[in-house]
């Protein structure tokens, strides 16, 4: 069978399970196999494949058609242009939360080498590509990924290694209860996608997210703000005069947020939205101290 043949057959039967982008899923699978780029396995399109690609292609096409993240079967998944290792039970990067991490680099000028905490890290891809995008800048900052999950430990503890020796250097990974670990430690920057959803709304998420996701870092308790209290209401005292704040929210959290903030004395409490036009970060500052 051909490489063409291979990806005809499988896109129809992606289609055939219901999987909504099935063409683009069936190039990046074989993308993946066999290390070509876009353009490259256009050129091949007509070479035969490998018997052992030819296997694996069909077991991960088996697999995708239950509906199992194709991030987790891969192994990765592209964020803010870096290629990140995925595992269960570790919530997958979406490309929403890049506009968390866009808007913290592109808004902090300092050209200090800065604290930075990353909270409830995941991957750790918050927090490590942060420190890459500073790093473009000429600027190591100091950075901490943070997380409750063990699952969740030892994928920003592989992400680390990936790159380069400055990351290890530069980079702590600490497991904790948001904040009950971290010491005395006081940070500049705070970063965060917490878990958001309601969880009435948990159980009406589409399956490769209900069934295959870690509920732990998906459910954020009856309102979905159960987390931004936590965080909020602990963070000041880990937190520098004048420190910046950045947190993923959902489409209608904005005042709720917005409202936790500013009652505990935060200023220039922000929105930010996301290319859909939907409220996707809200930031602010702690106040400094005069």
């Known amino acids: 069978m051909t490489i063409g043949e291979l ?46 690609v030819s296997q694996k292609f069909s077991d991960m096409i088996r697999k995708r058609c239950t509906h199992y993240p194709l991030q987790y079967i891969l192994g ?22 890049e506009n968390l991490v866009a808007a913290a680099a592109e808004s902090i000028s300092s050209n200090e080498s800065l ?15 942060f420190y890459l995008e500073r790093q473009k800048k000429g600027v190591r900052d100091r950075v901490t990924l943070a997380d409750i999950s063990d699952d ?45 959803i309601p969880t009435e709304e948990c159980d009406k998420l589409e399956t490769d997210v209900r069934d ?10 009856i309102d979905g703000l159960s987390f931004y209290r936590r965080i909020i209401s602990e963070m000041g005292e880990y937190l520098k005069s004048g420190a ?11 005042e709720g947020v917005r409202k936790l903030m500013e009652d505990a004395g935060y200023v220039d409490i922000s929105l930010i939205k996301d290319l859909s036009g939907l409220d996707r970060v809200v930031s602010c500052r702690k106040r ?3």
């Open 152 to 196: 969740a430990i030892a994928a920003a503890t592989e992400n680390r290694k990936l790159f380069g020796e400055s990351c290890i250097d530069d980079i702590e990974i600490v497991k904790t209860d948001l904040f009950s670990e971290l010491g005395g430690r006081e940070y500049d920057v705070l970063l965060s996608n917490p878990p958001y």
């Open 7 to 52: 990806l005809k057959c499988g896109a129809e039967t992606l289609h055939g399970a219901g999987i909504e982008n099935y063409s683009g899923e069936v190039r990046d699978i074989i993308m993946h196999l066999t290390g070509y780029s876009a353009s490259e396995l256009f050129m091949h399109n007509s070479d035969e494949a490998d018997p052992a």
């Open 115 to 129: 604290q930075v905490l990353d909270m409830c890290t995941g991957t750790g891809c918050i927090g490590i590509s």
């Open 212 to 221: 295959y996701e870690p509920r732990l870092a998906l459910d954020g308790d």
């Open 288 to 290: 400094i101290n005069e």
């Open 76 to 97: 990765e998944t592209c964020f803010m242009g870096y290629t990140f290792k995925c595992r269960e039970n570790v919530l997958i990067p979406r490309y929403d939360t």
């Open 244 to 254: 910046h704040i950045y947190m993923e929210i959902g489409y209608d959290q904005y």
